[in-house]
Nanobody, 117 residues
Framework: QVQLVESGGGLVQTGGSLRLSCAAA????????MGWFRQAPGQEREFVAG???????YYTDSVKGRFTISRDNAKNTVYLQMNSLKPEDTAVYYC???????????WGQGTQVTVSS
């Protein structure tokens, strides 16, 4: 069972940037595909970005060109660099193991991202 801890969220103005981190403990991190998801108030949790064990990346259309997912296997950590943030990016962001765009296993506590207009 992989335990995940997200961090790096905060309050930022429109057009600003944040870098989220997700530290993993347990399991063999380097072999896992990992992903970021987000859940806005009253909305379902949605897939944002994924990275496989070979560091190939994929994104939902709304964040392409603005967000970058990466991983550091030596630190068992996956990152989400978020640039050109918009108010509609406001949500709690979670990381998870993934199969494609589907989450696998347990969630961390999430980290709140708020983008003010």
């Amino acid at each position: 069972q992989v335990q995940l801890v997200e961090s790096g969220g905060g309050l930022v103005q429109t057009g600003g940037s944040l870098r989220l981190s997700c530290a993993a403990a347990g399991g063999t991190f380097s072999t896992y595909a990992m992903g970021w998801f987000r859940q806005a108030p009253g909305q379902e949790r949605e897939f944002v970005a994924g990275i496989n064990s070979r560091a190939s990346t994929y994104y939902t259309d709304s964040v392409k060109g603005r967000f970058t997912i990466s991983r550091d296997n030596a630190k068992n950590t996956v990152y989400l660099q978020m640039n050109s943030l918009k108010p509609e990016d406001t949500a709690v962001y979670y990381c998870a193991r993934v199969v494609g765009v589907r989450p696998l296993g347990s969630w961390g506590q999430g980290t709140q991202v708020t983008v003010s207009s």
